[in-house]
């Protein structure tokens, strides 16, 4: 059951749920280098997510999302749903993004570092996951009665597993560098 028949399950791991992580980095929390994203190549990008996506920071994270969201709405399933989409949204990033802090800063790092040891397998999880993701709302919103039209499915795959693939370039060439 998800809320909003299904359509909330997409923001699992939209980019949402790192805005927190640009306005770290923006305030200089969390600074990256390069520090425009026009000039990263995945390569070559330093960063450390030490508030946005250490184990203590996604609880935090997850508690706000879901006041903010009963505050809103006053329906608790909807806010246990928001906080659980921000923390799938870090356990993903521990499957295909970069090592974090187990909890806080200096506690063991977890996850397969993905995104340093093998960018490309990284976007390829994604775009599977998103994939998945696809396959799943399509079948769920069919099964509540609500067919998603081709046209609309073709769409969740060009945005979705498309958004992930196209991020395969940027591997070892910056954006800049690519759009010349």
Known sequence: MTPEGGAGWFSG?????????????????EPTEPVSFLDVAVKDLHVDMIYSHSGAGVVVAALLVAGIVHG????????????????????????????HEAFVAGSPKIGLDLYATRPELAFIVEAAFAGALVAWFVRHERLAGRPVRSRMQVALVAVFVGGGLSMIPTVSTSLRQLVG
């Open 72 to 99: 809103v709405w006053r329906r608790r399933f909807l806010s246990a749903w928001c906080a659980g989409l921000v923390a799938v949204h870090w356990l993903c990033d521990l499957v295909s993004g970069f090592a």
């Open 13 to 29: 791991k939209c980019p949402r749920s790192s805005y927190p992580r640009f306005v770290f980095a923006a305030i200089g929390l």
